[in-house]
């Protein structure tokens, strides 16, 4: 990578207020919500539409939609819908607390701008413990509302996707972040696996 550790340089000039330094991010295109929110935003919308596509037919009636109405569906037994629910809760906790440290030590009190790394907590286990949390609750919200929205091979497919694109996410914020932080943060992803929370575990309990 040509460039690498620009918040350094940005964080150099220590005249810059908080809403100066975002414009500085932006302007070296290291925005997070920039490079992220609008591309990858509407692609979920999109695989979000393509699950519910049966349960639209179903509730309109519409003939051009009728193929998605009839496709079958996959019955999941209360006990799988309460793992899944437990599952959902405790990942939108961790988002929400997440989003909490990174606007506190992320030094712009911004939930998406950072220019720190946040290492403490769960940023002590995995590189990306949100996507992580969105991992989970994309992947188990159609098991959860399979009881109102039927879980059709389509579910099936934007669960599959859904997780592709996470994957794909997190190799493209590793090269963001290496562009941002640099050596600190190739020091970071060489210490801390990505999203394999059980191996981060078993790291930190190590170290500790």
């Known amino acids: 990578m040509s460039e690498e550790g620009l918040v350094r340089e940005i964080l150099s000039d220590g005249t810059l207020s908080t809403e100066e330094i975002k414009k500085e991010l932006k302007k070296k295109d290291i925005c997070f919500v920039q490079s992220y929110d609008r591309t990858f935003s509407g692609l979920f919308v999109l695989l979000a ?5 049966p349960t639209i037919a179903q509730w ?6 009728r193929f998605f109405a009839q496709l079958p569906s996959v019955g999941f037994s209360i006990g799988v819908i309460l793992g899944a629910t437990v599952l959902f809760v405790a990942a939108v906790a961790l988002e929400a607390k997440l989003v909490s440290m990174r606007r506190k030590q992320g030094g ?16 002590g286990v995995v ?9 989970v609750y994309f ?7 399979s009881e109102r929205v039927p879980f059709t091979i389509l579910a099936a497919l934007c669960i599959a996707v859904a997780m592709a694109l996470f994957v794909y996410l ?8 290496l562009k941002k932080w640099g050596k600190d943060y190739r020091q970071y992803m060489a210490e801390v696996p990505a999203v394999n ?3 981060g575990l078993l790291q930190s309990a190590r170290i500790g």
């Open 49 to 53: 539409t393509l699950w519910l596509l």
């Open 139 to 145: 992947g188990v919200l159609p098991i959860v509302l």
């Open 197 to 199: 929370f059980v191996k």
């Open 108 to 123: 712009c009190q911004d939930a998406h701008e950072t220019v720190f790394i946040v290492r403490d907590g769960p940023y």
């Open 170 to 177: 997190i190799r493209v914020e590793d090269r963001f972040n």
């Open 60 to 65: 309109t009636g519409w003939g051009f939609l």
């Open 127 to 135: 590189r990306h413990p949100g996507y992580l949390a969105e991992m």
